[in-house]
């Protein structure tokens, strides 16, 4: 008996979608903008994905910039697209900092969904000092109350 003959089954991409789009979304950078808004406070707004390759510049910004007589970090994550564990790692760094130093530490942008879902997965969302306002509100806030008891003239 003589062997079956086999060839390949031609095939079609019939019924099979077509991808809607070939082109790989663009990716956002990772920025850090620190600025001292009012006198001892400090602001530091952080974009783009704060992952392993990320985060050591962040905590060192941090690091190099929380000095002296800061009473007040805001640290705004509202522009964050991605917060992976080394991300995580410098929060609770950065908390456990302000703690030592007796410093104010404020967290925004931890409803933007990527935080909100890693500071969920990871057990954080209700450890960390997280604020809903804006981080700019927060800061007149601050600087309102510093204010307080200072006579007007």
């Given at each position: 008996?003589?062997?079956?003959?086999?060839?390949?089954?031609?095939?079609?991409?019939?019924?099979?979608?077509?991808?809607?789009?070939?082109?790989?979304?663009?990716?956002?950078?990772?920025?850090?903008?620190?600025?001292?808004?009012?006198?001892?406070?400090l602001l530091v707004s952080v974009g783009g994905?704060?992952?392993?390759?990320?985060?050591?510049?962040?905590?060192?910004?941090?690091?190099?910039?929380?000095?002296?007589?800061?009473?007040?970090?805001?640290?705004?994550?509202?522009?964050?697209?991605?917060?992976?564990?080394?991300?995580?790692?410098?929060?609770?760094?950065?908390?456990?900092?302000?703690?030592?130093?007796?410093?104010?530490?404020?967290?925004?942008?931890?409803?933007?969904?990527?935080?909100?879902?890693?500071?969920?997965?990871?057990?954080?969302?209700?450890?960390?000092?997280?604020?809903?306002?804006?981080?700019?509100?927060?800061?007149?806030?601050?600087?309102?109350?510093?204010?307080?008891?200072?006579?007007?003239?």
């Open positions: 008996m003589a062997p079956p003959e086999t060839r390949p089954a031609p095939v079609t991409q019939r019924g099979i979608p077509a991808p809607r789009s070939t082109r790989v979304p663009d990716a956002v950078p990772f920025t850090i903008d620190v600025s001292q808004p009012a006198r001892h406070t994905d704060v992952d392993l390759a990320t985060a050591p510049e962040l905590s060192e910004v941090i690091g190099h910039r929380f000095r002296g007589a800061v009473t007040l970090l805001v640290l705004d994550l509202s522009e964050v697209t991605f917060l992976g564990t080394a991300g995580l790692t410098v929060l609770v760094e950065t908390q456990q900092a302000a703690a030592r130093r007796g410093a104010a530490l404020r967290v925004t942008g931890t409803g933007a969904r990527p935080v909100e879902r890693a500071l969920r997965a990871a057990g954080m969302l209700h450890s960390l000092p997280a604020s809903d306002e804006p981080a700019e509100d927060l800061v007149l806030r601050h600087v309102a109350e510093q204010q307080v008891g200072r006579a007007p003239w």
